[in-house]
């Protein structure tokens, strides 16, 4: 089982950025998948969440919005949109298998002008 995120950088405020996570080893078209992240010093915090079949999504308060969670099961990647950043959206983020928690090693993201 794989996951390996990628798109990260350097965005300012108000821009967009759109992560991208591949999946692999496992039916990825009937798993749960989550995007979370990651501050230096402090805990995960789950961001987003999306069914498998991708017809349903989830965020948490403070990226409803402006964060896009979608999916594109015939590829097997798993996508964040993330648009009018904030500096307090920078962290690191993981692209997560639902049912065990399994995270890639995730992507920087840095809001900053």
């Known amino acids: 089982v794989q996951l390996v995120e990628s798109g990260g950088g350097l965005v300012q405020p108000g821009g967009s950025l759109r992560l991208s996570c591949a999946a692999s080893g496992f039916i990825f078209g009937t798993a749960s998948m989550s995007w979370v992240r990651q501050v230096p010093g402090k805990g995960l915090e789950w961001v987003s969440r999306?069914?498998?079949?991708?017809?349903?999504?989830y965020y948490v308060d403070s990226v409803k919005g402006r964060f896009l969670i979608s999916r594109d099961n015939a590829k097997n990647t798993l996508y964040l949109q993330l648009s009018s950043a904030k500096t307090e959206d920078t962290a690191t983020y993981y692209c997560?298998?639902?049912?065990?928690?399994?995270r890639g090693q995730g992507t920087q993201v840095t809001v900053s002008s």
């Open positions: 997560q298998r639902d049912s065990n928690a399994q």
């Open positions: 999306i069914t498998g079949d991708g017809l349903k999504t």
